[in-house]
């Protein structure tokens, strides 16, 4: 252990040498300097694990070179020496850090040994201290940061879903003023309804996402699980998604396994995971494009892969996909219609039949895989 004592007194550090000599073990080493400016260069340069620091230095104090040392926030534990035992030194000696205060008169090898390790000892407890709290800052600053983060989110959430709730009045104000002008024409009429019935439905589908995302945070969210066939699942997610891909301009190819493939789960949830997986791909995909969707069986899970060569996903968004808000393309988003939610409904409802989804992207422009996997019953 080194120890460096700072006093002016050659004598003095004849005695304390003497006391150190006393201690068994020989495990110190000390070194001395013999006034302030050298006691500071040696604290500063922090080749000592203590420091024994005498209260008169000259025209300067030990405390005058303990406050500087703290002041430039430099390590190692101070203990101060002094002639007598005055207790307003004892006090401002702690009061400016010191780890301890010993009367040289008092001084024995057994006292000295006992104080150093000691403020050793402290030091390494405030060292712990200090990493901890450390640590703590920063793990509430990332907290912070991803709340932050959450806020703006919800913010941009709020202004979506404004959005498309407005976004249908228009075409359903048009078409009731068609139908009130219409008069005797049929087919104008027709239209209008066709019109009024799209955009209504649109309006239920965001609005069903939103009670369903209200239902799984709350924990309310029930399945009627039964055995169902993965094959008559996809085809009719198939069928759900099929008018949004076809307005999309894009190509369906799906592949599902020759012979049954069966899985635990509720029917309808389980068709809105495919369902919007494949809307999902149409949202973000060019006209022109390809959505391939395939099915089999991997040992003891059914696997549904949808990929699409759609805009792809950054890496840094990646791992947030699956999160409540999250958008890659707001513009294009936006533009298909559609809040940035489905795949989160995605993840929670795969989540509750005790399988897992999981998200492939080679960047922006390279398209994106989703792979959903289930567990199979036992003996099929």
């Not at 209260?55 to 703290?70: C, N, V």
């Not at 006992?114 to 907290?143: D, G, H, M, N, P």
């Not at 792809?312 to 513009?331: A, S």
């Amino acid at each position: 252990v080194g120890v460096l004592l700072i006093d002016d007194d050659r004598d003095d550090f004849l005695l304390t040498r003497g006391v150190f000599a006393e201690i068994p073990g020989g495990r110190y080493r000390l070194d001395w300097v013999a006034d302030y400016e050298a006691g500071l260069a040696a604290v500063r340069r922090d080749e000592h694990d203590v420091y024994l620091l005498d209260y008169h230095l000259g025209e300067k104090s030990g405390l005058d070179l303990l406050t500087e040392a703290r002041r430039q926030a430099l390590a190692g534990p101070v203990i101060l020496l002094t002639g007598q035992n005055v207790w307003e030194v004892d006090h401002a000696a702690l009061e400016h850090g010191a780890a301890d205060f010993l009367e040289k008169g008092r001084l024995d090898a057994t006292l000295l040994d006992r104080s150093i390790r000691y403020a050793l000892q402290q030091r390494r407890y405030e060292i712990e201290l200090e990493r901890k709290v450390r640590e703590r800052t920063e793990e509430l600053a990332r907290a912070n940061d991803a709340l932050r983060d959450a806020d703006r989110r919800k913010d941009e959430f709020l202004a979506t879903l404004a959005h498309e709730l407005r976004n249908p009045l228009a075409p359903i104000r048009n078409a009731l003023e068609i139908m009130r002008m219409a008069g005797g024409n049929p087919d104008s009429v027709h239209r209008a309804r066709d019109i009024v019935e799209r955009q209504v439905g649109q309006m239920v589908r965001l609005i069903n996402d939103l009670m369903d995302v209200s239902r799984i945070t709350r924990g309310k969210l029930s399945l009627t699980v039964e055995e169902v066939g993965i094959g008559d699942v996809i085809e009719a997610a198939v069928e759900t998604s099929r008018p949004l891909l076809d307005e999309a301009g894009l190509t369906l190819r799906h592949s599902l396994p020759g012979s049954p493939l069966l899985v635990r789960g509720d029917r309808l949830r389980l068709a809105q995971v495919f369902s919007n997986l494949l809307n999902n791909s149409a949202k973000y995909t060019e006209p022109g494009g390809t959505v391939t969707l395939t099915a089999r069986r991997e040992g003891k899970e059914a696997v549904v892969r949808v990929r699409d060569t759609g805009v792809g996903i950054p890496p840094e968004i990646l791992p947030h996909v699956f999160e409540l808000f999250t958008q890659v393309d707001r513009t294009l988003n936006r533009s298909q219609g559609g809040l940035g939610i489905g795949l989160a409904l995605v993840k929670q409802i795969v989540a509750l039949h005790g399988g897992s989804v999981a998200v492939h992207s080679d960047g922006v422009g390279k398209g994106a895989e989703f792979v959903v996997r289930l567990p199979v019953p036992e003996g099929k």
